[in-house]
């Protein structure tokens, strides 16, 4: 598209599909094919390429003698990753005024500045540039001279320490697309971007741009604009978006607190942009005010019925317009409702029919979840099962959330639920997820009823103080499981007796001081990681026979009884820590042959460890002053069992490298 290559679109199309088309119609004959990382060319494509176009084509990194460059050289490429690469392009331009594409190749946005870069000398020479890149480059100014780059199409100065842009860019009236990403530093833009008539693409995401400049309304070929920020002014306020009819793909609107009443949200059109996909309304602030005027600003943003994603974060009305839950956005598959903590009630979202994933956060004044949040907007006589598509639920940081009221069949697709921090929920759960393979209960104190039945479920955590309870819940489909306090562990042993748990590999027990044993005093023959945290009185297992499968085992604060320790019925275990173990003496460890790394922590009696394998790699010792003392000192009733390991750390200093 810089290079103006692309033929112009027909009616109703635009330049971007035309470029679309073109990639797809080569890629369709091999010219380009799919990778890890999005698409290579074809190696024979490659060397026929370079061939026909090795003059006007030159990668810096492959040339030795950057003063040979062909005069005809029209595109310019050099490896950010190569020290020698950067000094060697600067050279390169020198006698190389034709340029007209300037590019990185393995540019990292996110990796370190890079130095070296002198924009003054650099724009000196190129004039005739028409794609120019310096992403994460150390440039905290740019010269007045951008804007003699009359021709320039594209630039990128993404990641790089600008802090403002200089007024002479308002020149560049041809250009098409502006970079500025992560630029951190950057806070205002030039006062005339309105003359920017052809500008398609702009990015300033993770900026600190206070408000927009004034005029954005005359930018009408702006198709990606990553974010708007509201400013206080009529000229740069939320009605400058209404002529802006093209956006698409995903769109920000910020500080929305500095739009003051319900028609000049009107003006933004909102619900003229038929090719948004993912809509963000973001105000900056929850302070209470005219609820009223909230909502009605809130109502007058309705977004076109073909929306995919809708983000609204903190919100400052106590109450939803009636367009959010609506059955009629069809294709809505994702939905956010995060710090509005002024609503005292959720909006009705059940019969939203493709949404898949829903998220929940710091609304401080809702209490209950009702009736009214499964049955929708009340547009059909018959409701549809609620719901229905529903594949991922997260709940967090309710503080006042007290009851879930349950619902008739609801969640028939739901895969993932996770509630935290929700201190005072105390009510009922749903009572059966038939989908469920995933759920997370953390920080919910209150909660003592019993868990959903959800017969494929694969992925237990609950975490906190609560007591809620397992029953008539299958195991054979379980495979992680991390559980905390007296009522589940007890109620998961008791079901383990009666039925094994053949898919488990992952276990974590913690608070439970109730004595109880593994069924048939042996671990589910799955096991690959056994987590057990403050439960003195688990009997750990003897294992009759051996244990083929466990690689991770991790005893804290548990297991009173066992005072020594041996382990010839795990061959494969590689990784063991045993910590806060009183009564621990000794420890023998010659049968486990695969063992890597031995962490023991705050054991005060032991003073032995008896045969450690040749396979074991890291030994850490902390808080054992008997046998940190011995090792110190090398005791020759300890040091021989254990000078073989390469590495070896007491109280986190270390003692033996090899």
Same mark, same amino acid.
């Given at each position: 598209?810089?290079?103006?290559?692309?033929?112009?679109?027909?009616?109703?199309? %635009?330049l971007?599909?035309?470029?679309?088309?073109?990639?797809?119609?080569?890629?369709?004959?091999?010219?380009?094919?799919?990778?890890?990382?999005?698409?290579? #060319?074809?190696?024979l494509?490659h060397?026929?390429?370079?061939?026909?176009?090795?003059?006007?084509?030159?990668?810096?990194?492959?040339?030795?003698?950057?003063?040979?460059?062909?005069?005809? &050289?029209?595109?310019?490429?050099?490896?950010?990753?190569?020290?020698?690469?950067?000094?060697?392009?600067?050279?390169?331009?020198?006698?190389?005024?034709?340029?007209?594409?300037?590019?990185?190749?393995?540019?990292?946005?996110?990796?370190?500045?890079?130095?070296?870069i002198?924009?003054?000398?650099?724009?000196?020479q190129?004039?005739?540039?028409?794609?120019?890149?310096?992403?994460?480059?150390?440039?905290?100014?740019?010269?007045?001279s951008?804007?003699?780059?009359?021709?320039?199409?594209?630039?990128?100065?993404?990641?790089?320490?600008?802090?403002?842009?200089?007024?002479?860019?308002?020149?560049l009236?041809?250009?098409?697309?502006?970079?500025?990403?992560?630029?951190?530093?950057?806070?205002k833009?030039?006062?005339?971007?309105?003359?920017?008539?052809?500008?398609?693409?702009?990015?300033?995401?993770? &900026?600190?741009?206070?408000?927009?400049?004034?005029?954005?309304?005359?930018?009408?070929?702006?198709? #990606?604009?990553?974010?708007?920020?509201?400013?206080?002014?009529?000229?740069?306020?939320?009605?400058?978006?209404?002529?802006?009819?093209?956006?698409?793909?995903?769109?920000?609107?910020?500080?929305?607190?500095?739009?003051?009443?319900?028609s000049?949200?009107?003006?933004?059109?909102m619900?003229?942009?038929?090719?948004?996909?993912?809509?963000y309304?973001?105000?900056?602030?929850?302070?209470?005010?005219?609820?009223?005027?909230?909502?009605?600003?809130?109502?007058?943003?309705?977004?076109?019925?073909?929306?995919?994603?809708?983000?609204?974060?903190?919100?400052?009305?106590?109450?939803?317009?009636?367009?959010?839950?609506?059955?009629?956005?069809?294709?809505? &598959?994702?939905?956010?409702?995060?710090?509005?903590?002024?609503?005292?009630?959720?909006?009705?979202?059940?019969?939203?029919?493709?949404?898949?994933?829903?998220?929940i956060?710091?609304f401080?004044k809702?209490?209950?979840?009702?009736?009214?949040?499964?049955?929708?907007?009340?547009?059909?006589?018959h409701?549809?099962?609620?719901?229905?598509?529903?594949?991922?639920?997260?709940?967090?940081?309710?503080?006042?959330?007290?009851?879930?009221?349950?619902?008739?069949?609801?969640?028939?697709?739901?895969?993932?639920l996770?509630?935290?921090? +929700?201190?005072?929920?105390?009510?009922?759960?749903?009572?059966?997820?038939?989908?469920?393979k995933?759920?997370?209960i953390?920080?919910?104190?209150?909660?003592? +009823?019993?868990?959903?039945?959800?017969?494929?479920?694969?992925?237990?955590?609950?975490?906190?103080?609560?007591?809620?309870?397992?029953?008539?819940?299958?195991?054979?489909?379980?495979?992680?499981?991390?559980?905390?306090?007296?009522?589940?562990?007890?109620?998961?042993?008791?079901? #383990?007796?009666?039925?094994?748990?053949?898919?488990?590999?992952?276990?974590?027990?913690?608070?439970?001081?109730?004595? %109880?044993?593994?069924?048939?005093?042996?671990?589910?023959?799955?096991?690959?990681?056994?987590?057990i945290?403050?439960?003195?009185?688990?009997?750990?297992?003897?294992?009759?026979?051996?244990?083929?499968?466990?690689?991770?085992?991790?005893?804290?604060?548990? +297991?009173?009884?066992?005072?020594?320790?041996?382990?010839?019925?795990?061959?494969?275990?590689?990784?063991?820590?045993?910590?806060?173990?009183?009564?621990?003496?000794?420890?023998?460890?010659?049968?486990?042959?695969?063992?890597?790394?031995?962490?023991?922590?705050?054991?005060?009696?032991?003073?032995?460890?008896i045969?450690?394998?040749?396979?074991?790699?890291?030994?850490?010792? %902390?808080? +054992?002053?008997?046998?940190?003392?011995?090792?110190?000192?090398?005791?020759?009733?300890?040091?021989?069992?254990?000078?073989?390991?390469?590495?070896?750390?007491?109280?986190?200093?270390?003692?033996?490298?090899?």
């Open positions: 598209m810089a290079e103006d290559l692309l033929q112009q679109p027909k009616s109703g199309s %635009i971007e599909e035309v470029g679309y088309k073109y990639f797809n119609d080569l890629a369709s004959r091999s010219f380009f094919q799919p990778s890890k990382n999005g698409y290579v #060319m074809h190696d494509m060397d026929l390429a370079t061939f026909y176009g090795e003059k006007f084509f030159v990668r810096i990194s492959e040339h030795k003698n950057v003063a040979k460059h062909e005069t005809k &050289t029209r595109h310019l490429s050099y490896d950010v990753n190569d020290n020698n690469s950067v000094p060697k392009m600067l050279e390169a331009c020198e006698s190389l005024s034709h340029v007209r594409t300037l590019f990185p190749i393995k540019a990292d946005l996110f990796g370190r500045h890079k130095e070296g002198d924009p003054c000398r650099l724009l000196a190129l004039k005739r540039l028409r794609a120019l890149s310096f992403p994460s480059f150390i440039i905290d100014i740019l010269p007045d951008i804007g003699e780059l009359i021709h320039l199409r594209y630039l990128n100065l993404s990641n790089t320490l600008v802090v403002t842009l200089p007024e002479s860019m308002s020149n009236y041809n250009l098409q697309t502006l970079k500025l990403s992560w630029c951190r530093r950057l806070k833009l030039p006062s005339k971007m309105q003359d920017l008539v052809n500008l398609c693409h702009l990015n300033v995401t993770g &900026t600190d741009l206070k408000e927009m400049p004034k005029g954005m309304s005359k930018l009408k070929e702006l198709q #990606m604009l990553s974010e708007y920020i509201v400013g206080k002014h009529e000229e740069n306020g939320i009605g400058e978006l209404g002529e802006l009819v093209n956006l698409r793909g995903s769109f920000r609107i910020e500080k929305l607190e500095n739009v003051v009443d319900s000049e949200a009107w003006k933004a059109r619900v003229d942009k038929k090719y948004i996909s993912n809509l309304l973001m105000w900056s602030s929850g302070d209470i005010v005219d609820s009223q005027i909230e909502k009605d600003v809130l109502a007058k943003l309705e977004p076109h019925k073909d929306l995919k994603m809708l983000f609204i974060w903190v919100y400052r009305g106590t109450m939803f317009p009636d367009w959010v839950g609506q059955s009629s956005y069809h294709n809505m &598959t994702q939905l956010e409702l995060r710090g509005c903590r002024n609503c005292w009630v959720l909006p009705s979202l059940g019969q939203l029919p493709s949404l898949e994933r829903l998220f956060a710091e401080d809702v209490k209950k979840i009702g009736g009214s949040f499964y049955k929708g907007d009340g547009t059909h006589q409701h549809e099962t609620p719901f229905r598509s529903l594949k991922i639920l997260i709940i967090e940081r309710m503080p006042c959330w007290e009851e879930w009221e349950s619902y008739d069949a609801p969640f028939p697709q739901l895969e993932r996770i509630i935290e921090n +929700c201190h005072k929920l105390r009510g009922d759960l749903p009572t059966f997820l038939p989908s469920l995933s759920l997370d953390r920080r919910c104190e209150e909660i003592g +009823c019993y868990l959903p039945r959800a017969p494929i479920l694969r992925e237990l955590r609950i975490d906190g103080k609560q007591e809620a309870r397992m029953r008539d819940q299958p195991l054979s489909m379980l495979e992680k499981v991390e559980i905390n306090g007296e009522q589940l562990v007890d109620s998961l042993f008791e079901a #383990m007796t009666h039925t094994q748990p053949t898919s488990l590999i992952e276990l974590q027990i913690s608070e439970c001081s109730s004595p %109880i044993s593994f069924a048939g005093d042996s671990l589910p023959p799955s096991l690959q990681q056994l987590r945290n403050n439960c003195k009185n688990v009997e750990f297992p003897m294992q009759h026979q051996q244990h083929e499968s466990l690689r991770s085992l991790t005893i804290d604060n548990s +297991c009173d009884s066992l005072t020594s320790f041996a382990l010839p019925a795990f061959p494969n275990l590689k990784d063991l820590r045993i910590a806060r173990r009183e009564n621990l003496t000794s420890l023998e460890l010659s049968h486990s042959q695969s063992l890597r790394e031995l962490w023991i922590e705050e054991c005060p009696k032991l003073e032995m460890i045969r450690l394998p040749a396979s074991l790699e890291t030994l850490k010792i %902390i808080a +054992c002053p008997l046998l940190g003392e011995g090792i110190e000192r090398k005791d020759p009733h300890i040091w021989p069992s254990i000078s073989h390991i390469p590495v070896i750390f007491v109280d986190r200093k270390l003692i033996h490298y090899l």
